[in-house]
């Protein structure tokens, strides 16, 4: 693997698009686990034993993949980024993958938590007040220290206000970033990864906020035995406060946008050290191991540290060797035409999961006690529901919006009839075609690949160039 060869042509890296799907699946074993207000079992003993072992730092080890992964993709497909058409059409790009999701969820949610009567609709919130949907609608909420905004509507949302800082840096730092030769990549790694932990360790020092390592994070329950209408976050008592202070600390480690910077940049120095062949690991023991102890670390380090950067570093070597193995034809099931599918989908899916937990909450589970059990199929039901409609979104809105604003129109196929018959094959066939998800299969780029020259850069598709990285 030279550098020479990947900067004229960068291979497609679907497991890195079917990786995505894994890291859903965590964030949504969490977000099930806190958001469905199944009661009594939500106040046993038996859920305070499981939120032992699948805590808060479940879902933010996804998180942190998501935003690693973000910068390591936007850069292998961007790296040549200049002039300000170019700028403007990522810019746009960019926005169209994200905000039409964002605003749909967003609506799912204000329609499942609504209460529909004879004489009316009672809204979650007041829409007369601005500063409970607006600074959500345009993912800035996460700019705020309230639990108001930033834990209300459609919780999941707040990592997009991240992402598109992420976004709209790129395009002002990739200059400087193409100006970091051979080992000085390295070094530039090195240097944004003690960035990050420099920020943790002055927050934590200075920030308030706890400061031993125990594991505060717990739900917020209702003082019933009987299952309530609406989870906490998705009920008008939310939205009748003023505000809801938020441990400073927790802010500025997990959702503050500038603090999670660093990780987006952490992913694009990963990428250019894949790209130019200084990283050629494709033993995903090693990376794997070291995740693995870094999750456990995050029981004995404190807050601050708990929510991402000690995951971090692991992070960023799982994501490049998953690229190399990628490069070097040992992909593996990971990317394969399933994984790429459900890859493909795992943005819509983790956009509308709360929603979909909000409607089932409110309409069968409302009213009733279930143990853990009960909770469990309700989790499952919620699981397929989510994927069915994340399946919907992705094919029929997301993927004609990307296709719509490509510059290359005249190169993509036409959409199958039978889209659905297709994807439930490759979902439930015991051997999915072993073809290119890249160009034939269920998830494809469905085009050709584009010749690189000085005025025209080439566009990488990473299992397909509309999984732009996205949660």
């Known amino acids: 693997m030279s550098s020479q060869s990947l900067s004229s042509k960068r291979p497609n890296l679907p497991s890195l698009t079917g990786a995505r799907w894994l890291a859903a699946l965590a964030v949504y074993l969490l977000h099930a686990l806190v958001f469905l207000a199944v009661y009594p079992f939500q106040q046993s003993e038996l859920f305070a034993t499981i939120h032992k072992f699948v805590p808060m730092q479940l879902g933010s080890a996804g998180v942190t993949f998501f935003f690693i992964l973000s910068g390591f993709l936007i850069y292998w497909s961007n790296s040549h980024l200049t002039g300000m058409k170019n700028v403007l059409y990522y810019c746009r790009r960019r926005i169209t993958k994200i905000y039409p999701m964002h605003l749909i969820a967003l609506a ?116 019933t035995s009987v299952s309530p209408v609406a ?35 952490l992913g694009v120095f990963g990428a250019k050290l894949v790209a130019e062949g200084l990283f050629k690991n494709t033993n995903l023991t090693i990376p794997l191991v070291a995740l693995g102890a870094s999750y456990v670390a ?26 190399v193995r990628d490069i070097a034809g040992k992909s593996g099931e990971i990317a394969s035409p399933r994984s790429v599918l459900l890859g493909n989908i795992s943005f819509a899916f983790y956009m509308v999961q709360f929603p979909v937990m909000v409607f089932v909450q409110r309409y069968f589970i409302a009213g009733k006690e279930y143990g853990f059990w009960g909770w469990a199929y309700w989790a499952v039901v919620c699981f397929i529901i989510s994927v069915a409609v994340a399946w919907v979104l992705f094919t029929f809105v997301d993927d004609p919006l990307m296709k719509a604003t490509a510059r290359k129109k005249g190169t993509r196929h036409k959409r199958e009839s039978n889209i659905l018959v297709r994807d439930l094959k490759v979902l439930f066939s015991p051997n999915p075609s072993k073809k290119s998800p890249d160009t034939s299969g269920p998830a494809g780029t469905r085009r050709a690949k584009p010749k690189e020259s000085s005025k025209n850069p080439a566009k990488v598709s990473t299992g397909s160039e509309k999984n732009d990285p996205n949660v």
Do not use: C
């Open 108 to 223: 799912m949610f204000i329609v499942a938590s609504a209460k529909f009567t004879t004489t009316g609709i009672a809204w979650v919130l007041d829409f007369a007040r601005l500063e409970l949907w607006l600074p959500n609608a345009l993912l800035i909420h996460t700019w705020s220290p309230d639990w108001v905004t930033l834990g209300g509507l459609n919780v999941p949302s707040w990592s997009l206000g991240a992402e598109m800082l992420f976004y709209l840096t790129f395009p002002l730092f990739i200059p400087l970033v193409r100006k970091v030769k051979g080992v000085g990549n390295w070094w530039a790694f090195g240097i944004t990864f003690a960035v990050s932990l420099s920020l943790i360790t002055f927050i934590h020092f200075y920030a308030d906020g706890p400061k031993g390592i125990e594991n505060f994070f717990v739900p917020r329950l209702w003082d």
């Open 231 to 265: 989870e906490v976050h998705a009920d008008p008592v939310w939205f009748m406060q003023e505000e809801i202070p938020v441990l400073q600390s927790y802010w500025l480690s997990y959702y503050y946008p500038l603090t999670r910077l660093v990780e987006f940049y």
């Open 298 to 323: 995050t029981w004995f380090v404190p807050l601050a540290f708990k929510m991402s950067v000690i995951m971090s570093l692991p992070m960023a070597f799982v994501v490049a060797t998953l690229a």
